[in-house]
């Protein structure tokens, strides 16, 4: 049981647990409608309880939710919401730095002052259905606040979701999708060959630069050592993918292993082979 400690509107109110005495937020359709404050609450099977003891990337969770409208929190736990229904449990305390970047962008967008991101084309892809979620906050921020995000906004979204399902901050996901963006564009200066974003060797090598930087930050080490062969058989690949390595290497401040090479010469290989065949027309 919680007990009413101040109702936000009437689908949200703060409460305290009446056996830890912490506080937490409260959230359902018309949960607060008539709640006085001392009145104790039971949460029902579709309301969601937040702590409010969380420590956030974007601060602590209380001082967030005291800064933050409720609207914002609502469409936050919306998300959450959809977010469940496509990858299953999530970490609901990303429902804090989630609002309070909604809050954030909604006051940029009504200054005039929409961000732009480079990285967008790359989260939509790496984060493909993270972004999917992401998109259904647009009709609800028109609907409810009059404003009107864009693909950049929502892509930031994104990477929150992304965090909710994987052990994984923000932060963390925007160093993976910028690092897959400089491999990507690394592939293209030393191929001199624009690569096709439409085609399945570029998907293929977005993932696997994806969880090459995900090993490299962790120190995860692949088993099979692909290199002496990818070096004799494909080695103008295997020259690119060792300069790669040892650029992102440089950017993230880490020394990849030296087994990766050769699994990234593969993808490299691949890819400019595609775009050799549709250039012949084969």
């Known amino acids: 049981m919680y007990r009413v400690k101040k109702v936000l509107n009437h689908n949200s109110m703060l409460v305290i647990d009446a056996q830890t005495k912490k506080e937490h937020l409260m959230m359902g359709k018309g949960i607060g409608f008539g709640k006085k404050v001392t009145e ?49 449990r999530v970490d609901r305390s990303i429902l804090f730095p989630m609002a309070d970047h909604i809050e954030y962008a909604v006051k940029r967008i009504r200054n005039g002052e929409q961000i732009s991101n480079p990285l967008t084309e790359d989260i939509r892809v790496l ?9 259904c906050v647009g009709p ?17 979204i994104a990477l929150h979701i992304h965090a909710a399902i994987d052990d ?19 592939v293209e200066q030393q191929t001199k060959r624009r690569i096709d974003a439409a085609s399945l060797a570029y998907n293929r090598l977005m993932n696997h630069v994806r969880f090459m930087v995900a090993r490299a930050v962790s120190g995860e080490r692949l088993k099979l050592n692909m290199n002496d062969y990818m070096e004799v058989r494909f080695p103008e690949a295997f020259a690119v993918a060792s300069a790669v390595c040892d650029e992102i290497g440089r950017s993230l401040k880490c020394t990849l292993d030296e087994v990766e090479i050769g699994y990234l010469a593969m993808h490299i290989e691949r890819v400019t082979s595609d775009e050799l065949q549709e250039e012949s027309g084969a």
């Open 40 to 88: 104790y609450v039971k949460p029902g099977p579709e309301d969601s309880v937040y702590s409010l003891q969380e420590l956030t990337e974007r601060g602590a969770a209380g001082e967030i939710v005291q800064a933050v409208s409720p609207v914002c929190l609502e469409l936050a736990d919306g998300l959450l919401n959809e977010a469940e229904k496509v990858f299953g």
């Open 127 to 135: 984060f493909y259905r993270e972004y999917q979620v992401a998109q």
């Open 140 to 156: 609800l921020l028109l609907e409810r606040l009059g404003v009107a995000i864009d693909e950049h906004e929502t892509g930031y």
């Open 168 to 186: 994984e901050r923000v932060s963390e996901a925007m160093q993976i999708a910028r690092a897959v963006r400089e491999c990507i564009s690394l």
